[in-house]
């Protein structure tokens, strides 16, 4: 007998407590068609996902084309062709280009793929709709582009998980006859289905129940198992109106073992001495309405017989493992011997011996690279963002929208604090007071009050953030030259609003004090200075000049920091949903049976979303010179490489984001976690050198920290390279860790 394609040896597979598939063993020979049957969650798509490399096994050996599961798992998805349960391909992308994805993916070359394209549109007659959308076709058409696409790199072996589920009969017969089709010319395949036609259209047919292999053979020989068939006992069919109504009083009936429905007729397993005298009438059905034969069982009547047997054999152990603990050989296993595994030994034949010898191994003829598949991924993602305009507005609109409004907004000039003043002098001196506060343009006098009730209304309604109370002596004190207290009251509750108000009071009043200063001293003809005119003057005058920013106009100072901001918020977001979005839709599981390589699929998906942030930057740049007319003072060109390199740390963090979370909710709280630190710690709004220790090392290993850093100066103070060498050196390393970690964390296997 020639090497099996397939060669199964006790293939287990856990998920912590659970057993999903426990000691599986079979052979498929090259060119059959193996049918693997169980009820879901028996553990069928569980072990195709182990043989086609994407699944660890807990135990057990495998091979698939010669190659072994575990260590060469990528050698097998060059070879295998994969169609997933669920329709998994892109369903924003037409007929042919996900057949151009997939044959990219695998290596073809321009003209193989134009040749293999065309094959696979003949065969699966989609020739015509190679123009359409994948996700407008129907259910039929659907599986015919997931086969054809299985199909694009002629491979050997062919896994199809539930390949007819939810399509019509007429799609079912039309693709069991392409896949005889395919068997016919030496393709193995190895098919799910609940479908009992489909079942007997298989060369052999393994069933699998509560994770394991329940019996195997072909659909012939499982039909004369003694288990299906006991001794001394004949299956009939019964054909009478309202079966269902009838059923249980059938299965009560001498010598009718079992009794199970069949559409509008009843499969009967009874006793050879089983008389049908008596039973029409007992039914009260007449004669001439309800009929009696003798048959065969049918593939659905020896899953359903021994099911029953796993069923009762499972509860008998269950009782017996309660009652006592299993008796326990001298060897030290416990020995057990079910009818189930009698019956595998019993039927298979060809059962696996441990000195079969393995297929030949043959020569890779793909790359296995791992920048593998790159162009492939890069080209597609392209794709989708032409098909989703949402994208390109969320990348190159809103970030324009959120500069001007986050720019207009953000003003850290705070000017007209509502204040009320009391003044219980009314003379002039207390006047020219008022009109010296209001002019310091910090002060904006909204009500005058007469009473102590007023003054403090004023306060707690939030009508006022300041209060000033000027007292009925300030006039007489500052003519007999007494010092005289004005009370200030200030609304803490808006802290940078106080602490302005504070500031101010505090500076107007030295500003008084210096005018009754100056003025007494030109009366007395004594000051401590004097300037170039002879006029008194403050011993030390301190000249003050403002660089980069001489009118502290908040623009200059917030738009440079909020263009980083505004690229981190909108390529982290849009990159950590690329790798869920897959994997909700199940193309991610697809692509792992294919040889992209895992470096060649991180930078494929990277690579537009780049392009698009590097647009999005030159855009925002754009907004930020002619809209807020904040020039860059420095090279634009080195603005732009470092731009870059800033762009690629954030969707490397993205990607990394999307590696950790399991669906998109996930993933758009991981990126609001992400936002979070980048805006307050990283010196965008707050100064680092005031945070406490521990944090200010934390502001470190955000990129976001040096490149606000980068862009201050270039764009405000023109520095150069050598100035921002720090920083520069500080996002580099940012860039390449969060890089490694978003490369290193990703798996081409399931967990």
């Known amino acids: 007998m020639p090497p099996a394609v397939i060669d199964v040896r006790g293939l287990t597979r856990r998920f912590g407590d659970l057993t999903a598939v426990q000691e599986v063993s079979f052979q498929v020979q090259r060119g059959d068609i193996f049918g693997l049957l169980g009820p879901n969650g028996s553990g069928k798509s569980t072990i195709i996902r182990m043989l086609c490399g994407v699944l660890q096994p807990s135990a057990g050996d495998a091979s698939v084309l010669g190659f072994d ?27 042919e280009e996900n057949l151009n994805f997939y044959g990219s993916i695998y290596g073809l070359t321009d003209a193989q793929l134009r040749r293999r394209r065309d094959d696979v549109l003949e065969l699966t007659s989609l020739g015509d709709r190679t123009r359409q959308l994948a996700g407008t076709l129907s259910g039929g058409w659907k599986q015919r582009l997931a086969l054809a696409c299985s199909l694009i790199h002629e491979p050997e072996m062919v896994f199809l998980d539930e ?44 069933y699998i129940y509560l994770s394991k292999m329940l019996l195997l053979g072909e659909p012939g ?81 020896v899953f359903v017989a021994l099911t029953r047997n796993a069923e009762q054999t499972a509860n008998l152990n269950q009782e017996a493992a309660r009652a006592a603990p299993p008796p326990v050989e001298p060897g030290g296993s416990a020995s057990s011997s079910t009818p189930e595994q009698r019956a595998v030994t019993a039927v298979n034949s060809a059962d696996v011996s441990d000195d079969t010898k393995l297929p030949t191994r043959r020569t890779t003829t793909l790359a296995g690279r791992s920048t593998d598949g790159f162009t492939a991924v890069m080209i597609k993602e392209f794709a989708h963002m032409r098909r989703q305009p949402s994208i390109l507005f969320f990348l190159l609109v809103v970030p324009v929208f959120q500069t001007l409004v986050f720019g207009w907004a953000l003003d850290t000039e705070i000017e007209n604090i509502p204040t009320v003043v009391f003044n219980l002098d009314g003379r002039q001196p207390s006047r020219l007071l008022i009109e010296a506060l209001a002019n310091t343009r910090k002060f904006r006098v909204v009500a005058f009050a007469y009473d102590d009730e007023t003054f403090q209304r004023s306060l707690t309604s939030g009508r006022a953030r ?105 390529t982290v977001f849009t990159t950590s949903f690329a790798i869920v979005r897959e994997r909700e839709l199940g193309s991610l599981e697809q692509l792992f049976v294919t040889p992209v390589g895992r470096l060649g699929l991180m930078l494929g998906k990277l690579t537009p979303y780049a392009l698009a942030g590097f647009v999005e930057m030159l855009i925002v740049l754009t907004v930020m010179v002619y809209v807020f007319q904040v020039p860059i003072q420095g090279s634009l060109l080195l603005l732009l490489g470092l731009s870059a390199m800033f762009l690629v740390s954030t969707l490397a963090l993205g990607l990394m984001i999307s590696t950790v979370a399991q669906t998109q909710v996930a993933a758009l709280l991981f990126s609001f976690m992400t936002m979070l630190p980048s805006v307050l710690l990283s010196g965008f709004m707050f100064p680092r050198s005031e945070m406490p220790t521990p944090i200010y090392l934390f502001t470190f290993i955000i990129p976001a920290t040096y490149f606000i850093e980068i862009l ?22 940012c860039c390449l860790v969060i890089l490694t970690a978003a490369v290193a964390r990703f798996r081409k296997q399931l967990a």
């Open 69 to 95: 599961v575990r260590r060469e798992a990528e050698d097998i998805k060059r070879h295998i062709g994969y169609m997933s349960q669920k329709f998994s391909l892109y369903a924003d992308l037409s007929v």
């Open 221 to 301: 020989e499982l039909k004369q198992l003694p288990e299906v068939t006991p001794p001394g006992t004949q299956w009939f069919e019964m054909e009478l109106p309202d079966p269902v109504q009838h059923l249980s009083s059938l299965r009560r009936w001498p010598g009718v073992r079992d009794a199970t429905l069949f559409g509008e007729r009843v499969h009967i397993l009874a006793e050879s001495s089983f008389h049908q005298a008596g039973l029409f009438e007992s039914l009260k059905i007449p004669s001439e309405h309800a009929s009696v034969r003798e048959i065969g069982p049918t593939l659905e009547d």
């Open 712 to 733: 201050r100066g270039i764009v405000l103070r023109g520095a150069d390279l050598i100035d921002l060498l720090p920083e520069a050196l500080g996002l580099a390393a």
């Open 163 to 206: 390949p007819t589920a939810g399509i019509d009969p007429v799609a079912r017969r039309q693709l069991w006859d392409l896949l005889f089709e395919l068997s016919s010319q030496g393709v193995t395949l190895l098919v799910t289905t609940h479908y009992m036609d489909e079942a007997e259209r298989c060369t052999q047919i393994g």
């Open 466 to 570: 300041v209060g000033v109370r000027i007292p009925p002596d300030y006039s007489d004190k500052l003519l007999v030259r007494e010092q005289v207290d004005v009370q200030v009251l200030i609304d803490g509750s808006d802290s940078t609003a106080a602490s302005t108000a504070q500031s101010a009071a505090n500076l107007l009043g030295v500003q008084i004090s210096i005018a009754q200063a100056r003025t007494l001293g030109e009366a007395m003809q004594f000051a401590p200075a004097r300037d170039e005119t002879g006029r008194p003057q403050r011993p030390v005058n301190i000249r003050t000049r403002l660089l980069y920013n001489p009118d502290l106009e908040s623009a200059r100072f917030f738009v440079p920091g909020l263009v980083a901001i505004i690229l981190q918020l909108v």
